[in-house]
């Protein structure tokens, strides 16, 4: 499957951004997919993820973004969405979407970007102050 992401772009602190993940084929069958970021000089972290593959989707959200980013899927559209809400520099990096293949990822485990198997390859996202 390929990913391509885009929404990216400047945006003042304080503003949002809405973030999209298209794949090439239905996203049906990946129970967990998620957002990184990368900024310059510094490791790829996870942002938001949500694994559906219990009744109740569980969703991951690092601490710095809670209460400001929301993760949402599309089964329909075979979209991921990161509606990104009062935005600060320090959210300037690339962002990334992803896909795992595995069924059975630990909860905890859901922000290893070695779980994910498929990756978009990036948008970018500025935050001027």
Known sequence: VQLQASGGGLV?????????????????SFNVMGWFRQAPG???????CIDT?????YYYYTESVKGRFTLSR???K???YLQMNSVN???????YCA????????????????????WGQGTQVTVSS
């Open 99 to 118: 896909a795992a293949n595995s069924m059975g990822i630990n909860y905890s485990d859901l922000g290893l970007k070695e779980e994910y198997d498929y």
């Open 53 to 57: 593959s219990d009744e109740t989707p």
């Open 74 to 76: 599309d089964n329909a």
């Open 12 to 28: 003042q602190a304080g503003g949002s951004l809405r973030l999209s993940c298209a794949a090439s084929r239905s996203i049906f």
């Open 89 to 95: 520099p320090e959210d300037t990096a690339v962002y």
């Open 78 to 80: 075979n979209s991921v």
């Open 42 to 48: 510094k490791e790829r972290e996870a942002v938001s």
